[in-house]
């Protein structure tokens, strides 16, 4: 796979905004391993393998198991998910196929019931930034640190 281009090199004051909206969350209080749990979890729906692979890079330098990372697209069959967790990751995938689910009103009573107001904005965001930055990826066809060193198929 050959790029098709580097958005960064050709746009990087329309990303800045992009840049700032990511240092925002983290900085948000959502904690650090939810964070990186919907950001896997969308880039897995999304099959963005840039944003797997960084993030979940990032996810084990922040302490978060192998485990659980493996078992992230299976976390409804699995029981090391908190609630919270849970509810949270049922909304990114709502949010992420939104053309599909249309945010059913049983994904929000989950997310209400583990979240307060100003966190649901908080994570819908945090969805909505990494589907974006996915779209990037695949669009472009970024490839990942791992795949740079393999010739191009």
Same mark, same amino acid.
């Given at each position: 796979?050959?790029? #098709? ?16 909206? @990511?240092? !925002?969350?983290? +900085? ?12 896997? #979890? $969308? !880039? ?33 069959? *699995?029981?090391?998910? *908190? ?10 995938? $709502? ?17 209400? $019931?583990?979240?307060?107001? @100003? ?11 990494? +589907?974006?930055? +996915? ?13 740079? +060193? #393999? $010739?191009?198929?």
């Amino acid at each position: 796979m050959k790029p #098709r281009l580097i958005p960064f090199d050709v746009a990087a004051g329309t990303l800045k905004p992009l840049i700032e909206l @990511e240092q !925002s969350l983290k +900085n948000s209080g959502l904690e650090h391993s939810l964070f990186h749990l919907v950001k896997v #979890r $969308a !880039s897995q729906i999304n099959g963005c393998a840039y944003c797997i692979h960084m993030h979940t890079k990032e996810a084990r330098a922040q302490g978060e198991t192998e485990e659980r990372l493996y078992l992230l697209d299976a976390w409804r069959e *699995s029981p090391l998910y *908190s609630d919270r967790e849970r509810a949270a990751l049922a909304w990114t995938e $709502a949010l992420t196929l939104i053309a599909q689910t249309h945010a059913p009103d049983e994904d929000y009573a989950l997310l209400n $019931a583990h979240f307060t107001p @100003e966190e649901q904005v908080k994570l819908t965001v945090l969805i909505g930034a990494i +589907n974006t930055w +996915n779209r990037l990826a695949i669009g472009f066809r970024s490839i990942h640190p791992a795949g740079s +060193n #393999r $010739a191009a198929a």
